[in-house]
């Protein structure tokens, strides 16, 4: 009895996996974001901010002119989304101080995907410089979104934040 093995070839195609976010971790400084921000906010990437490596993104409102009505810093990156997947949010930050009028928000293409006040639940439950870690959630309305995280403080409110490790993955 004999038996005969046919083996064929066939291609198969390697896809390179291109992250969601480039530098979520800020270790290559703001490489990849854009920042913005009015003459009473200030930001600076600093060790002291790092949650896990080297530099965080440290941004404190109501300075240096003083507290006014309103400001507000915005850190902005085109995302490697496709239309239709929904995607995982993270990020690790904590407040100076507790403000009820200062605000850390997050958006995807203008809609919101986080929004912690300094005073919410969140916050309150650890000591003030504790580290939280906030997630949620999103679906890409369109191929390449546009992540926005703002600090905003208002009613003469004054506050410092830091963030680090924005992490974005598609869920499986």
Not at 113 to 138: A, E, M
Request: proline share 4%; aromatic share 10%.
């Amino acid at each position: 009895m004999t038996s005969t093995t046919t083996v064929t070839a066939t291609s198969v195609e390697i896809l390179a996996v291109q992250p969601v976010i480039s530098n979520g971790g800020f270790e290559r400084g703001l490489d990849r974001w854009l920042m913005a921000q009015d003459p009473n906010t200030v930001y600076e990437l600093t060790g002291n901010a790092a949650h896990n490596g080297e530099i965080g993104v440290r941004t404190v409102c109501g300075v240096p002119a003083g507290p006014g009505p309103y400001s507000s810093t915005v850190i902005s990156q085109k995302l490697n989304t496709k239309a239709g997947v929904t995607y995982d949010f993270a990020v690790w930050y904590r407040w100076s101080r507790s403000s009820p009028n200062v605000y850390f928000n997050g958006f995807v293409d203008g809609e919101y995907i986080l929004s912690v006040r300094s005073t919410s639940p969140d916050s309150v439950n650890k000591r003030i410089g504790d580290w939280v870690d906030l997630r949620g959630s999103f679906t890409a309305k369109r191929d390449g979104a546009e992540l926005n995280i703002w600090l905003t403080c208002t009613n003469y409110e004054s506050n410092e934040l830091s963030y680090d490790e924005v992490v974005i993955t598609a869920r499986a």
